[in-house]
T-cell receptor, first 115, second 112 residues
Framework: GQQLNQSPQSMFIQEGEDVSMNCTSSSIFNTWLWYKQDPGEGPVLLIALYKAGELTSNGRLTAQFGITRKDSFLNISASIPSDVGIYFCAGQGMYSGGGADGLTFGKGTHLIIQP | DGGITQSPKYLFRKEGQNVTLSCEQNLNHDAMYWYRQDPGQGLRLIYYSQIVNDFQKGDIAEGYSVSREKKESFPLTVTSAQKNPTAFYLC???????????FGEGSWLTVV
C-alpha cells in the first residue's frame, strides 16, 4: 500500500516563529490536503492542492504540491498561540478512485507553542 | 448551518454491549466515511459509503457495522466483537466526485 511519512512528529517553538512541516510519499499523489485538529475536535481543512507545483496560501499558512508529486509542505508564518494543535497531511494516489477509499493520512505533526 | 453532526459527543459502553454513533450531514454529499483515531496512530478508515444503500469495508472494519438508508445519515455500530473500542471516532463526507473530505466534530467512546 501507499506509505506517507509526515515530519516532524512534534515541534516546540516560540510564539512569533515560522513553522515548516512536510509529507513525503512512496508513490505519486494527485491530491494533497492539509488539516488542523484541535484537541477533542474533528480535523478542519486548511488547504487543498490539486496540481503539481501549486502553491496556495490561506492567511499565514502556505502549502505547496511538490513537483515530483511525492511530497508537500505546509508553512505557518509568525505563529500565534491558537496555532497549537495537530496538523495532518492527506494524499490521494495517482491510480486510486475518487473519495477517501484512496486517501492516505500522515500521522500528524504536533505543534506546541511556548509563550 | 451546513455541516456534519455527530452524536453523542461522549459515550460510555459496558463490555458486551453494542452502541451506535450517529452521523448526519446536510451538505448533500454522496460519500460518507467513518474513521477511528487512536493516540499516535493518525486516522484509520473503518467503513465508507459512496452512495445510498451501498458501503464498503475500510482498513479496520472488524467489530463494526454501518448502514446507509438515507443520503444524509451514516450511523456506525460498535459491536461487542470489537475488542478494543475505546477511541475517538470521526465521521466525514465528500462530494461524489471530489477528493476533499470534511469531518464532523468527533465522538469519544469509552468502555467501562
Amino acid at each position: 500500500g501507499q506509505q506517507l511519512n509526515q515530519s516532524p512528529q512534534s515541534m516546540f517553538i516560540q510564539e512569533g516563529e515560522d513553522v515548516s512541516m512536510n509529507c513525503t510519499s512512496s508513490s505519486i499523489f494527485n491530491t494533497w490536503l492539509w488539516y488542523k485538529q484541535d484537541p477533542g475536535e474533528g480535523p478542519v481543512l486548511l488547504i487543498a492542492l490539486y496540481k503539481a507545483g501549486e502553491l496556495t496560501s490561506n492567511g499565514r499558512l502556505t502549502a505547496q504540491f511538490g513537483i515530483t508529486r511525492k511530497d508537500s509542505f505546509l508553512n505557518i508564518s509568525a505563529s500565534i498561540p491558537s496555532d497549537v494543535g495537530i496538523y495532518f497531511c492527506a494524499g490521494q494516489g495517482m491510480y486510486s478512485g475518487g473519495g477517501a477509499d484512496g486517501l492516505t493520512f500522515g500521522k500528524g505533526t504536533h505543534l506546541i507553542i511556548q509563550p | 448551518d451546513g455541516g456534519i453532526t455527530q452524536s453523542p459527543k461522549y459515550l460510555f459502553r459496558k463490555e458486551g454491549q453494542n452502541v451506535t454513533l450517529s452521523c448526519e450531514q446536510n451538505l448533500n454529499h454522496d460519500a460518507m466515511y467513518w474513521y477511528r483515531q487512536d493516540p499516535g496512530q493518525g486516522l484509520r478508515l473503518i467503513y465508507y459509503s459512496q452512495i445510498v444503500n451501498d458501503f464498503q469495508k475500510g482498513d479496520i472494519a472488524e467489530g463494526y457495522s454501518v448502514s446507509r438508508e438515507k443520503k444524509e445519515s451514516f450511523p456506525l455500530t460498535v459491536t461487542s466483537a470489537q475488542k478494543n473500542p475505546t477511541a475517538f471516532y470521526l465521521c466525514a463526507s465528500s462530494p461524489s466526485h471530489g477528493n476533499t473530505i470534511y469531518f464532523g466534530e468527533g465522538s469519544w467512546l469509552t468502555v467501562v
